[in-house]
């Protein structure tokens, strides 16, 4: 059976495997850092060009993360040394910023956790660098509207089988790979926390969504199989058959009558192209 607990001043902000449910502060603190990942991921569509490498887009991100009153929630985070991660092409996340130049034709993302005033704001976007082939384009379209189908089903009385199985059923349809090794989370205080935000499923299935649950939803999908494969840096994950690989994410919080979603775009910059 699915544990929820109800956060108060004094229940201790740590990893619990009980759901928490969050109240108005809650969603005071998520409505600021979350304010601050769309920003920062606004900022970086005039960045990803082609030529920057991607430390030159950690670097922005860690300036902007810190100027927005915040800090980079990843710097330090089980020894991982960067202020987002950047996935390109066949990466399917937890790409490392480096020396790599992005070069026309590649897809990207990007993922930002600033944390501010103990609040995680968690979200990540595709860009296009110049000219992308149209059948990566499509992957990227196909990736968003899953994220969104994922969104439409984030409602109290729904479980989180009805968001994964509106993610998979659409992308399946589309002959993509949904991604089974990693998922959304729980997350407010905590970075990672329960529950698990599997992108597939069955309706009706899974926890119940309840007001105040706080959570991300990051679907990855692949032109080809689902199948991951680790680099040897232990961080970056690539899809077995080397096809390409989508993701956006976005952290949102149940309401009375719906979701929230704390990292929208501020300036509308939902999905790519971003001019
Ligand atoms: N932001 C990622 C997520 O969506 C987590 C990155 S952890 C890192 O959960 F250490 F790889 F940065
Ligand atoms: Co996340
Ligand atoms: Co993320």
């Excluded at 710097?75 to 996340?93: A, E, K, Q, W």
């Excluded at 968003?144 to 349809?173: F, R, S, V």
């Amino acid at each position: 059976m699915t544990e929820y607990m109800t956060m108060t001043a004094d229940t201790p902000p740590t990893r619990s495997t009980a759901i928490k449910l969050y109240d108005e502060s809650g969603f005071a603190g998520m409505r600021r850092a979350g304010r601050l990942a769309a920003e920062i991921l606004d900022a970086l569509a005039a960045h990803v060009v082609p030529g920057v490498t991607t430390e030159e887009i950690d670097d922005i991100v860690r300036r902007m993360t810190i100027e927005g009153g915040g800090a980079p929630a990843t710097l330090g985070y089980r020894g991982y040394t960067h202020s987002c991660c950047t996935s390109i092409n066949n990466v399917i996340c937890h790409g490392i910023p480096g020396d790599r130049e992005l070069k026309e034709g590649d897809i990207v993302n990007i993922d930002v956790t600033p944390l501010v005033d103990g609040w995680h704001g968690d979200s990540s976007r595709m860009y296009l660098v110049g000219d992308v082939p149209i059948k990566a384009r499509r992957l990227v379209d196909v990736t968003y509207e899953c994220l969104m189908l994922g969104i439409e089903q984030a409602k109290p009385g729904n479980h989180l089988g009805d968001i994964g199985h509106a993610i998979q059923k659409y992308a399946e349809k589309h002959r993509y790979g949904v991604v089974r090794d990693f998922c959304g989370h729980g997350l407010g205080q905590v970075f990672h926390d329960a529950p698990e935000v599997v992108h597939l499923g069955i309706p009706g299935t899974g926890p119940e969504l309840r007001p105040g649950m706080f959570f991300t939803i990051e679907p990855m999908i692949n032109i080809g199989k689902p199948g991951v494969r680790m680099m040897e840096d232990g961080w970056t994950a690539v899809t077995r058959d080397r096809s390409l690989s989508a993701q956006f994410e976005h952290s949102i919080g149940i309401t009375e009558t719906g979701c929230e979603i704390f990292t929208e775009s501020p300036a509308g910059l939902h999905r790519p192209p971003y001019y």
